[in-house]
Nanobody, 125 residues
Framework: QVQLVESGGGLVQTGGSLRLSCAASGRTLSSYRMAWFRQTPGKEREFVAVISRYLSTTYYADSVKGRFTISRDNAKNTVYLQMNSLGPEDTAVYYC??????????????????WGQGTQVTVSS
């Protein structure tokens, strides 16, 4: 079992940056595929980024490529999402997710077993 706690969300102006954190407990982070999703009220959860277990291979949604970076710090058992050049279209609740194996489509929410509570990111113009 693994528990995920997200933090780092807030209000930022267009062009600004935020770094989200996802602290994991109950299992070593290196054993899990970790991902970030985001969701706007009334819409389906949208894939943002994923980092694989062990080798830490990364993949991003087209909408965030070149702007967002997912990373992990195994010593702190934490996954990060560095978000740069933010725009109003990035406004959403951001969720951290974990899967124990590198199987299933990594951009599908159903591929993940554990989820954090979400952290709000609001980008103003």
């Amino acid at each position: 079992q693994v528990q995920l706690v997200e933090s780092g969300g807030g209000l930022v102006q267009t062009g600004g940056s935020l770094r989200l954190s996802c602290a994991a407990s109950g299992r070593t982070l290196s054993s899990y595929r970790m991902a970030w999703f985001r969701q706007t009220p009334g819409k389906e959860r949208e894939f943002v980024a994923v980092i694989s277990r062990y080798l830490s291979t990364t993949y991003y949604a087209d909408s965030v490529k070149g702007r967002f970076t997912i990373s992990r710090d195994n010593a702190k058992n934490t996954v990060y999402l560095q978000m740069n050049s933010l725009g109003p279209e990035d406004t959403a609740v951001y969720y951290c997710a974990a899967a124990p194996v590198n199987s299933g489509t990594p951009s599908y929410s159903r591929s993940y077993d554990y989820w954090g509570q979400g952290t709000q990111v609001t980008v103003s113009s």
